[in-house]
């Protein structure tokens, strides 16, 4: 048969324990103020498909453990290494401390177009995902080091923040890891 589907069991995945061991994409997210628990839910498991340091869960942003988030996770809040800080500001401020270049992914004047944005294997990158509505708070998009916009062709404004985590961090987990 051409083109037979894997099945799970011959795709040759990792477990929980393993992936933690696993060398990292010098990537980590930061989730501002994220309200859908189901968002969330599927950025872990984005980050959990491109080996991503850590997501940083912000504000009103809910925690694991949680049916709706596990829902979409599929076990992914096992494997990827995850904090809680009330503030994203104090987030932002403490990477950058550390030497980390933070990028919001946000539409804004002197955004850089993500296929145009560069990076350099040296350094790790957080970039920062907004509320569903209101997107990057202004503050953080003030403090980073980059805005890195999704171009868009069509009649809508905005993606949704899962399908705009999908896009950024598979963008750049090439440009980090394939080049």
């Given amino acids: 048969m051409k083109y037979r589907k894997l099945k799970n069991s011959e795709l040759d995945r990792i477990d929980a324990e393993t992936f933690k061991a696993q060398e990292k994409t010098p990537l980590i997210i930061i989730l501002d103020n994220i309200r859908s ?17 850590k997501i940083y869960l912000c504000g009103i942003t809910a925690q694991p453990p949680h049916k709706d988030i596990q829902k979409t996770a599929l076990g992914a809040t096992d494997s990827v290494a995850w904090e ?15 030497g980390v270049f933070v990028a919001s992914i946000e539409q804004a004047e002197l955004s850089i177009p993500l296929q145009e944005f560069s990076t350099q294997k040296s350094l790790t990158y957080a970039i920062v995902f907004g509320h569903e509505v209101k997107g990057v708070q202004q503050q953080i998009v003030t403090e980073s080091d980059a805005v890195i916009e999704i171009p868009q062709y069509g ?24 080049k």
């Fill in 37 to 53: 628990l189901n968002n969330i839910g599927s950025v872990f498991r984005t980050a959990d498909a491109f080996l991503v340091k």
């Fill in 84 to 98: 809680y800080a009330e503030n994203t500001m104090d987030i932002v401020k403490k990477l950058q401390a550390e």
């Fill in 155 to 178: 009649t809508k404004h905005s993606l949704n923040i899962a399908v705009s985590t999908g896009v950024v961090v598979w963008d750049l987990f090439c440009k980090l890891t394939l």
